[in-house]
C-alpha cells in the first residue's frame, strides 16, 4: 500500500492539517477516526480498499500530523464536519461514502444532515444518536495529560491497560501495533501519544463537545443515505437497543453488523466486519 501526503489549510484557515490519499479510480472514501486516534487507525481496512477505491483519510486537527488547535472550544465534531467539506472541495470530491469510527462517525451523521446530496453512503462504526454515558466515563478517565512513555514496550502496555477489554483473544504484538498506531517517537527516544492533550477539555461542559446530546432528530435527517451499522458486541458506547431503534427509524438501507469479542469500537480489520463492509459498498449506486 502507498499514499501519499496532502496538507491543507482547516476551514478557518488557522491550522495545517493532514491526510492520507489513497488514489484509485474507483469510488471515493472518506474515513475518519476516532477522539484519540488518527489515519494509521485505518492501515488495515486501507490495505483491504485500497486499488478498488479511493481513500481520503484524514488527521483530526489536534491529532497525528495536523496542527495543534490552541483553542480547545474548537475540539469539537461540528468544526471537524467543516474541515473536512473543505479536504473534500479542495480535491473536488463530490459525493464520497462517509466511513467514521467513534467520533468520525458522529461527524459524518453532522456531514450528512447538512449536505445529504454530498453523501453516498455511511458506515458507522460502534456510534450512533445516543452514546452511552458509561463508555464517555470511560474515556474521560484516560484521554488527556500524559508524560512520555520510557519507550515503546510501555506504550504498548500503556496501550492494553487502557483498551484490553475492547479485544479480547488477539494475536501477540497486536499492542505494539496499536501502540505504533496511536503513539509518535520523541528525538529523545520516549514515546508520546499522537494528540493534543487539550481534547480532554471537552468533556468539562458535560461531554459536549465530544458527543453532542440528542442527535436523533439528526438521524430522521438521513432516512434517504444507505447506513452500515457496525456495532462491537461488548461496545459500551453503543447498545442494542439504540441499533434497533436506528433500524426502526431508518426502515430503509439500513443493515446491522456486530462484532464479537470487540468493545468499543472494533478495528475494522476483523472478518466479520470486512465481509459486512465489501457487501455494503458493493451494494451502494455510484
Known sequence: MTYADHFYRSADDRLDLYARIYDAEGPPLLLMHGLTRNSADFEALAGQLAGHYKLIVPDQRGRGRSDYDPDPENYNPAIYAADMFKLLDELAIERPVLIGTSMGGLIAMIMAAMQPHRTGGMILNDIGPDVEQSGLDRIQSYVGALAPFADWEAAAAHCKRVNSDAFTDVAEGFWMDFARHTCTPLPDGRVQLAYDPAISA??????????????????????????????????????????????????????????????????????????????FLRSLEF
Do not use: C, K, Y
Open 202 to 279: 471537552g468533556f468539562s461542559d458535560g461531554s459536549a463537545n465530544v458527543a453532542p446530546p440528542d442527535l436523533w432528530p439528526m438521524w430522521d435527517l438521513l432516512a434517504a443515505i444507505p447506513v452500515l451499522s457496525i456495532r462491537g458486541a461488548r461496545s459500551d458506547i453503543l447498545s442494542t437497543h439504540t441499533v434497533m431503534e436506528m433500524q426502526r427509524r431508518h426502515p430503509h438501507d439500513f443493515t446491522a453488523a456486530e462484532i464479537p469479542d470487540r468493545g468499543h469500537a472494533p478495528m475494522l480489520d476483523e472478518p466479520e466486519a470486512i465481509d459486512a463492509i465489501d457487501g
